[in-house]
C-alpha cells in the first residue's frame, strides 16, 4: 500500500542528495516527497507512480517485496548466498533532516559557489588608509568599528576577514598617531618667523633709554630654534643674555628649554647634546642671525644653559651682576626678552616673593615677580632697578587662571656650577674694571 506523502520543493536541505527510487540527483526546485516511514527522498513523479518507496532500509519497502506474489498465492522468498553478502558495499552513515533520517547518499557534493568580499571589511580598511593624511582621529575610530562589525558577521561563504583586521589595527594607529602628534603641536607653544625685520629693535629708541636698561637691552639676544617638525609648528623663539664677550665670541645664558625642545626637568640628563636636527640661530643687536653652539647644561634638571656664538656687532654687550645679591621683596625690577617674538621689550614689575626649589642635592632660589612673562620670554634677563642681572625668566603661570605669577631662576644659582674654563665669573665690563 502506497504511504501518503507530500509534495516539497526541493530546497537547500534536499538539493544534492540522491531519489531512492531512480538514483538521480535531486536539484533546487525539484518537484520531491519524504517517505513517512524512512524519510528518504524521491522525485515526486517517482513516488506518484505507485510504487512507493525506493529505499532498501525503509521498512515500507521491505514489508513490500515481503507480501509480493504473482500470482495472489504467497509470499515471494528471498535467497541470499554468502557471496553475494560478502560482495555487498555497506551504506554511509544516515543524517538528520526535518522528515527524518535519509543516508548521504551523495558521495560526490555539489561545489558551493564562489565566495565574495565583505563590503564592511573593504569600507574598514579604505576608511583607515584615509586616516594616515586626513584627521586619523575620527576616521581611525569608524574603521575600527567597521572592521569589527565586519569580522562579527563574517561567515565561510564571506572573504575579509584578514583585510577587517588590518583595517582595525590601521584605524588604532591613526587614532594613536593622530592623538599624539596634536598633542605635540599644541603643547609646543612656538612662533612663525615671517621676516627677521620684526626683532630689530629701533636704535634711536635704544640710545634714548636710560643706561641701566640700555645695557640690558643690549645683551638681550633673540635665539630661534627649528627641528625636524618645524614645517608643522614653526621656529621656537625664545631670548638668551650675553654674561661675557671675548676674542670674538659671546657666551649666553639661557633656558635649557628653549635650546632643548625635547627637555623635561625630571627625566633629562646633562649631555649638552642637541637633538638630532635641530639647529640654533641668534641674533643680537646689530647683528643678524647666526648660528649658535649649545656646550652646557645644568645638572640634576635644572633648566640652565649656555650656547656661543660668535659675535662682530659693536652695539652688543655682557650684563652686569653684583657678587653679592641685594634682591629682596618689594624691590623693583624689570624683565627683558622677546615675548611672542616682539624682540627687546622691557616690562616691569617687582619681587612677590623669594622661593626655593630642591633640584637633586642642590637647593636653587627662585625670585617670584609680577613682571609679565609670556612665551619668548624665557631665558631672557630679570634685572634689579640699576641695571644688574638677578635672574634668568623660566615660566608663568597659565594667563587663563592666574595674572602676575612669573618666576625666574636666581642668577647667582648658575655661578656656582659654571665650567671654570667659562670665565663668566672672571667678567670685566667696558669701561676695564672687573
Given at each position: ?148 562589525l565586519a ?27 593622530w592623538t ?99 639647529q640654533l ?154
Amino acid at each position: 500500500m502506497l504511504l501518503a506523502a507530500k509534495m516539497i520543493i526541493a530546497g537547500l536541505r534536499e538539493e544534492g542528495t540522491i531519489c531512492r527510487r531512480c538514483q538521480k540527483e535531486i536539484v533546487a526546485g525539484d518537484q520531491t516527497a519524504a517517505c513517512p516511514d524512512c524519510g528518504g527522498i524521491h522525485h515526486w513523479v517517482c513516488w506518484s507512480d505507485g510504487s512507493g518507496c525506493g529505499a532498501y532500509e525503509c521498512p515500507s519497502a521491505n514489508r513490500s517485496i515481503e507480501t509480493r506474489s504473482d500470482n495472489g498465492s504467497g509470499a515471494e522468498v528471498i535467497h541470499v548466498s554468502n557471496d553475494e553478502l560478502a560482495s555487498v558495499t555497506p551504506l554511509p552513515l544516515p543524517r538528520a533532516t526535518a522528515a527524518g533520517w535519509i543516508p548521504q547518499v551523495n558521495a560526490h557534493p555539489v561545489p558551493a559557489g564562489p565566495k565574495r568580499w565583505s563590503r564592511l571589511a573593504i569600507t574598514s580598511l579604505a576608511i583607515a588608509v584615509i586616516g594616515v593624511p586626513l584627521f586619523g582621529i575620527v576616521t581611525g575610530l569608524i574603521a575600527v568599528i567597521i572592521g569589527c562589525l565586519a569580522l562579527s558577521g563574517h561567515s565561510r561563504q564571506w572573504k575579509g576577514a584578514a583585510m577587517a583586521v588590518a583595517g582595525i589595527v590601521l584605524g588604532i594607529v591613526d587614532v594613536a598617531g593622530w592623538t599624539v602628534g596634536l598633542i605635540m603641536i599644541l603643547d609646543t607653544p612656538a612662533l612663525n618667523v615671517t621676516t627677521i625685520d620684526q626683532f630689530e629693535p629701533d636704535p634711536k629708541a635704544l640710545q634714548e633709554l636710560p643706561a641701566a636698561i640700555n645695557r640690558a637691552m643690549k645683551s638681550n639676544v633673540l635665539i630661534q630654534t627649528t627641528t625636524g617638525f618645524s614645517l608643522l609648528h614653526g621656529a621656537g623663539i625664545g631670548s638668551g643674555v650675553i654674561v661675557r664677550i671675548a676674542n670674538g665670541t659671546a657666551w649666553i645664558v639661557t633656558n635649557r628649554h628653549v635650546a632643548d625642545s625635547g627637555f623635561a626637568p625630571d627625566r633629562s640628563g646633562s649631555s649638552s647634546e642637541l637633538p638630532k636636527g635641530t639647529q640654533l640661530s641668534v641674533k643680537s643687536v646689530g647683528q643678524p642671525m647666526t648660528a649658535g653652539q649649545l656646550v652646557w647644561v645644568a645638572p640634576h634638571g635644572i633648566d640652565l644653559a649656555v650656547i656661543t656664538m660668535p659675535v662682530t656687532s659693536q652695539e652688543a654687550v655682557s650684563a652686569e651682576w653684583d657678587d653679592v645679591p641685594k634682591t629682596t621683596v618689594g624691590e623693583e625690577v624689570f624683565a627683558i626678552g622677546n615675548p611672542h617674538g616682539l624682540g627687546w621689550t622691557y616690562t616691569p614689575g617687582g619681587i612677590s616673593q623669594m622661593r626655593l626649589q630642591a633640584r637633586g642635592p642642590m637647593s636653587i632660589r627662585i625670585i617670584q615677580t609680577s613682571a609679565a612673562i609670556n612665551p619668548g620670554n624665557s631665558g631672557g634677563g630679570l634685572y634689579d632697578r640699576n641695571g644688574r642681572l638677578v635672574g634668568i625668566n623660566t615660566w608663568t603661570k597659565d594667563k587663563r587662571f592666574a595674572e602676575g605669577l612669573s618666576f625666574s631662576i636666581a642668577f647667582h644659582t648658575l655661578l656656582p656650577i659654571l665650567p671654570a674654563e667659562f670665565g663668566i665669573s672672571d667678567r670685566h665690563f667696558e669701561d676695564g674694571t672687573p
